[in-house]
Structures are given as C-alpha cells and as structure tokens.
C-alpha cells in the first residue's frame, strides 16, 4: 500500500522543506514520507482507520482497524443508509509533526 502524506505549509516552511530536499537528493515528497516514517511516526501514531462512505448521504466515516466488525450502517441520525469500503487506510497521528 503506497503511503500519501498531504501537508498544509506556509511559505516558509515550504522552501525550507524544499531546501532541505535538494540537499538530500531526493523529492520532498519522498524527504517527508522518510521524516513521517522513520523519525517521528513512532511518536505521534495514534491508530490505524479504514475509510467507509455512506451510499445514501455521501459521508466518510473513519473506523479502527481493531474493530471486530467493521460498520455497516451510516451513524448519523436520520440516514441509514449502507456503508462501502473505499479501500483506503490511514494513519491517526496524535500532535505536531516535527
């Protein structure tokens, strides 16, 4: 399962990140996902999720991994309606990444 790590920079900090890319060698994307995995993530993990998404209203629910049964019904009032899969997992991360 390939790794996707969104970061929302001001401009500081992105061409300081850029930088520091350049100095490495390699794309900031590949730098972040190094720093994320390797350094910081044993700190910061919180948990893992599935995404699900309602057929009806059209919301994304997050469920843990540790589940014995995964949802199958939208949680919110006056829905109902039957949760999908979208196949997607996701790190929980707990505080500031440094």
């Known amino acids: 399962m390939k790794k996707r790590v969104m970061l929302?920079?001001?401009?500081?900090d992105f061409r300081?990140?850029?930088?520091?890319?350049?100095k490495a060698g390699t794309?900031?994307?590949a730098l972040v996902v190094s720093l994320l995995w390797q350094a910081d993530m044993p700190?910061?993990?919180?948990?893992?999720?599935?995404?699900?998404?309602?057929?009806?209203c059209g919301r994304k629910i997050l469920a843990d991994?540790?589940?014995?049964m995964p949802p199958d019904e939208?949680?919110?009032?006056?829905?109902?309606?039957?949760?999908?899969?979208?196949?997607?997992?996701?790190?929980l991360i707990v505080g500031r990444i440094e």
């Open 8 to 12: 929302y920079l001001n401009d500081d």
């Open 16 to 22: 300081r990140l850029s930088s520091l890319a350049k």
């Open 27 to 29: 794309s900031m994307n």
């Open 43 to 56: 700190k910061r993990k919180a948990g893992e999720a599935l995404e699900y998404v309602c057929r009806r």
């Open 65 to 68: 991994v540790a589940d014995v």
């Open 74 to 91: 939208c949680p919110y009032p006056a829905c109902g309606g039957v949760l999908a899969p979208t196949g997607r997992g996701l790190t």
